[in-house]
């Protein structure tokens, strides 16, 4: 059985990039602001029954059926973080199932009933949830959205090759 990420309220401290992994705005209006071509890759969009923590995380049961989307976004067609966004709320269906554009746009848009719970972080080891394979560990985040009652969970996964972008 996979092991869970050991969400925390703080940075790791041994984090490259700590303003990357904290910023509060909107990382796809980040990652344009490299100016390398920014791309979302759509790695799947299903139905299915979200892991404990996640569950947990959207305050739902856990044989719950949520939709989940998994993606890539890519600069210079080099995938830098690999997001894991699932909602059990029929009132997300639209933004999750979206194709190659990112959900920043929505969530980070004109739309002010959305509101953003607090980040959490996690270094993710090979084997673990979330982690995309057998290589170095990693740093993760998630937030948990709300509009009107129905929550959205994000999770994003900062891959090697986004150190090879930054300043």
């Not at 890539?72 to 909602?87: F, H, K, M, P």
């Not at 199932?97 to 972080?121: A, H, K, T, V």
């Amino acid at each position: 059985m996979t092991s869970l990420p050991d969400w925390q309220s703080a940075v790791p401290a041994d984090c490259a990039y700590p303003d990357w992994l904290s910023e509060q705005g909107s990382l796809t209006a980040r990652l344009l602001a490299t100016g390398h071509a920014f791309a979302v890759e759509l790695q799947a969009l299903e139905a299915t029954v979200p892991r404990a923590d996640e569950a947990a995380c959207l305050g739902i049961a856990s044989d719950s059926v949520v939709l989940v989307r998994q993606v890539r976004l890519t600069l210079d067609g080099v995938a830098v973080i690999a997001a894991r966004s699932l909602s059990a709320d029929d009132g997300w269906r639209a933004v999750l199932d979206r194709g190659g554009r990112s959900l920043g746009y929505s969530l980070f848009g004109d739309d002010n009933d959305i509101l953003r719970g607090p980040l959490e972080y996690a270094t993710l080891s090979a084997g673990q949830a979330l982690h995309p394979g057998d290589g170095p560990s990693l740093f993760a985040r998630r937030s948990s959205f709300v509009r009107h009652g129905g929550r959205l969970l994000v999770q994003e996964v900062f891959l090697p090759a986004l150190t090879g972008f930054l300043p």
